[in-house]
């Protein structure tokens, strides 16, 4: 296997190189000096299957092993190098790990929470690997045509070996939901070491649900002045209202004028997440700034808040966390198939232009024009294409405004690699109009989508950029069960779009001001985002 470099979604890269019986982890950003040994950490990657082999002293011996199961009733089993991921055979554990100088960084405030980030990253490797074929080799269909076989989930073992045998460790990722047990009981071993925690495996269905800002994070620079400022999400700790040094310049370094009267020019909030988006400053940072910024080094995920309900126009339904902040990117993911980074951000009013923090890809973004504009003036360029007001009707210039006062949506933009491309809406379907249609087949945490994509040169990316809102809206809330979309019946194009990307049309629906589908995606049916 060649050597791979990974873009992660908060703009970190790692090469990932072949070593002895497994692979290398090296991270390109804490890698700032020569090493014997690179920061990161080493994997042991296998693939066990079936031993075919036959013995012909005996004809039952023969016979046993022709169908894969030996004298004493159990499966033999081989172990091979690992070449190409398998449907359920491959084995997974870390092996070593190689922390960079305390001289440079601080130690990991919490050591099981290092491992659990590594571990995430190298399924995050793992999961962009080509998909094998998903049909079970189950002996009662070994006459069944490979078309009609039975399908398994793919998934990966993780096994309790290397790093991964320390006390207590297997456990602790199994709670935090990255990793699941084969077997729901209690058992009876008095620790971790015995069959009741052999069973460990991670599929790509449940991996694609979790959200990454639950695992990522970075280490904090040891010296206040050393130029570490490169790593994603990782400013050197200052002072309130002193300034950050900012060179070397990045392709993230630009000039731009102030978001918000009332933030500070010259610094990040170091409230963050949560504060206002840092998208004022005169001299951004060399670091992305995006959904997994954060100036404690802290993984930023939050969860959801507790069950309230309300009412709206006498529909019971629970009361709503607040969006994102205007301008604020929530979205952020590399997308191997067009090299570029997929993100997310809410549209703002400010009349500039709204700038881009985010990681981008290896190559310089087109149409980099369009990142002069502000929101608005997308909106009304999009929405006079003949294309787009043919569904959405005429642009009016108290749209943005209307839709940002939405209790039960918000307004969104995307964009390929900072560069916007088109316009969305989320919203929550009880209490919106296609939940009074649905009735009681509208689930209290089920989303809906309003989409147009405004530029011609960004068509054609239908799986990609709706797989991506559909892994946002999975990953904000384990309880969102469907994404619900209703377009007008005559749009074939982008009804087929929905359909190959996994979307299922359940009914026509007439509403007030069209006739249209509705199409679902459940989240059981979902395996994960286009890459």
Same mark, same amino acid.
């Given at each position: !296997?060649a050597?791979?470099?990974i873009?992660?979604p908060?703009g970190?890269t790692f090469?990932v190189?072949?070593?002895?019986?497994g692979?290398?982890f090296?991270?390109h950003?804490?890698?700032?000096?020569?090493n014997?040994? *690179?920061v990161?950490? &080493?994997v042991?990657?296998?693939t066990?299957?079936d031993?075919?082999s036959?013995?012909?002293t %005996?004809?039952?011996?023969?016979e046993?092993r022709?169908?894969g199961?030996?004298?004493d009733?159990k499966a033999k089993?081989?172990?091979?190098?690992?070449a190409?991921p398998?449907?359920?055979g491959?084995n997974?554990?870390i092996s070593?790990?190689?922390n960079?100088?305390?001289?440079?960084f601080?130690?990991?405030?919490s050591p099981?929470?290092?491992?659990?980030m !590594?571990?995430?990253? &190298?399924?995050?490797?793992?999961f962009?690997?080509p998909?094998?074929a998903?049909?079970?080799?189950?002996?009662?269909a070994?006459?069944t045509?490979q078309?009609?076989k039975?399908r398994?989930e793919?998934?990966?073992?993780i096994?309790?070996?290397g790093?991964?045998r320390g006390?207590?460790?297997i456990p602790k990722?199994?709670?935090?939901?990255l990793i699941?047990?084969?077997?729901?009981?209690?058992? &009876?071993s008095?620790d971790?070491?015995g069959?009741d925690?052999s069973?460990m495996?991670?599929?790509? +269905? !449940?991996?694609?649900?979790?959200?990454?800002?639950?695992?990522l994070?970075?280490l904090q620079?040891?010296?206040?002045g050393a130029n570490y400022d490169?790593v994603?999400?990782?400013?050197?700790?200052s +002072?309130p209202?002193?300034p950050?040094?900012?060179?070397p310049?990045?392709p993230?370094?630009? &000039?731009?004028?102030?978001?918000?009267p009332h933030?500070?020019?010259?610094?990040?909030d170091h409230d963050l997440?949560?504060?206002?988006t840092?998208?004022?400053m005169v001299?951004?940072?060399?670091?992305?700034i995006?959904?997994? @910024?954060s100036?404690?080094?802290?993984p930023?995920y939050?969860?959801?808040?507790?069950?309230q309900y309300?009412?709206?126009n006498n529909i +019971?339904?629970? !009361?709503?966390?607040?969006p994102?902040r205007?301008? %604020?990117?929530?979205?952020?993911?590399f997308v191997?198939?067009? /090299?570029q980074?997929l993100?997310?951000r809410?549209?703002?009013?400010?009349? /500039?232009?709204? *700038?881009?923090?985010?990681p981008?890809?290896?190559?310089p973004p087109?149409?980099s024009?369009?990142?002069?504009m502000?929101d608005?003036?997308?909106?009304e360029m999009?929405?006079?294409?003949?294309r787009?007001?043919?569904?959405?009707? %005429?642009?009016?210039?108290q749209f943005?405004t209307k839709s940002?006062?939405?209790?039960n949506?918000?307004p969104?933009i995307g964009?390929?690699?900072?560069?916007? @491309?088109g316009?969305?809406?989320?919203?929550?379907v009880?209490?919106?109009?296609?939940?009074?249609h649905?009735?009681?087949d509208?689930?209290?945490?089920?989303r809906?989508?309003?989409?147009?994509?405004?530029?011609?040169w960004?068509?054609?990316?239908v799986?990609?950029w709706?797989t991506?809102?559909?892994?946002?809206?999975?990953t904000?809330d384990?309880?969102?069960m469907s994404i619900c979309?209703?377009p007008r019946v005559?749009?074939a194009?982008?009804l087929?779009?929905l359909?190959?990307?996994? @979307?299922? +049309?359940?009914?026509?629906?007439?509403?007030?001001?069209?006739?249209?589908?509705?199409?679902?995606?459940?989240r059981?049916?979902?395996?994960?985002?286009?890459?």
């Amino acid at each position: !296997m060649a050597p791979q470099v990974i873009r992660l979604p908060d703009g970190q890269t790692f090469t990932v190189t072949p070593v002895f019986a497994g692979l290398g982890f090296k991270s390109h950003e804490l890698n700032t000096h020569h090493n014997a040994f *690179p920061v990161g950490w &080493t994997v042991v990657l296998n693939t066990e299957s079936d031993d075919g082999s036959d013995d012909d002293t %005996e004809k039952q011996d023969v016979e046993s092993r022709e169908n894969g199961v030996a004298l004493d009733g159990k499966a033999k089993r081989q172990i091979h190098s690992f070449a190409k991921p398998t449907l359920q055979g491959d084995n997974l554990f870390i092996s070593s790990i190689a922390n960079p100088s305390s001289s440079e960084f601080k130690p990991a405030a919490s050591p099981t929470r290092q491992i659990a980030m !590594m571990l995430w990253i &190298t399924l995050y490797w793992y999961f962009h690997q080509p998909e094998p074929a998903p049909q079970v080799p189950a002996q009662a269909a070994a006459k069944t045509p490979q078309a009609a076989k039975p399908r398994g989930e793919w998934r990966i073992n993780i096994k309790r070996d290397g790093v991964l045998r320390g006390r207590n460790l297997i456990p602790k990722l199994e709670r935090m939901g990255l990793i699941t047990s084969g077997s729901s009981a209690v058992g &009876t071993s008095l620790d971790d070491n015995g069959e009741d925690w052999s069973d460990m495996f991670v599929s790509r +269905r !449940m991996f694609w649900q979790l959200p990454g800002r639950l695992f990522l994070f970075s280490l904090q620079p040891n010296k206040a002045g050393a130029n570490y400022d490169s790593v994603p999400g990782s400013p050197i700790g200052s +002072r309130p209202n002193s300034p950050l040094p900012m060179e070397p310049p990045s392709p993230f370094h630009k &000039t731009f004028q102030r978001h918000s009267p009332h933030s500070s020019l010259n610094r990040i909030d170091h409230d963050l997440p949560g504060g206002p988006t840092p998208t004022s400053m005169v001299n951004p940072p060399s670091f992305p700034i995006g959904p997994f @910024f954060s100036s404690s080094h802290l993984p930023t995920y939050y969860p959801p808040a507790p069950l309230q309900y309300i009412f709206t126009n006498n529909i +019971r339904h629970p !009361m709503r966390p607040k969006p994102p902040r205007m301008g %604020e990117v929530f979205y952020t993911r590399f997308v191997p198939s067009v /090299n570029q980074y997929l993100s997310f951000r809410v549209a703002s009013i400010s009349p /500039n232009p709204v *700038p881009y923090l985010g990681p981008v890809g290896p190559k310089p973004p087109e149409q980099s024009h369009l990142s002069t504009m502000n929101d608005a003036a997308l909106l009304e360029m999009w929405m006079k294409k003949p294309r787009v007001s043919a569904f959405w009707g %005429e642009y009016d210039e108290q749209f943005l405004t209307k839709s940002l006062n939405q209790a039960n949506s918000f307004p969104v933009i995307g964009q390929w690699d900072g560069v916007p @491309f088109g316009y969305f809406e989320i919203y929550w379907v009880k209490e919106d109009i296609l939940g009074q249609h649905l009735g009681s087949d509208a689930a209290d945490w089920d989303r809906g989508l309003h989409v147009f994509i405004g530029e011609e040169w960004a068509r054609g990316r239908v799986p990609i950029w709706l797989t991506g809102l559909v892994h946002w809206c999975l990953t904000s809330d384990y309880r969102t069960m469907s994404i619900c979309l209703e377009p007008r019946v005559d749009n074939a194009r982008f009804l087929q779009g929905l359909e190959f990307t996994g @979307f299922s +049309r359940e009914k026509q629906i007439s509403f007030p001001h069209k006739q249209s589908w509705l199409v679902r995606l459940r989240r059981e049916q979902w395996e994960g985002p286009a890459l």
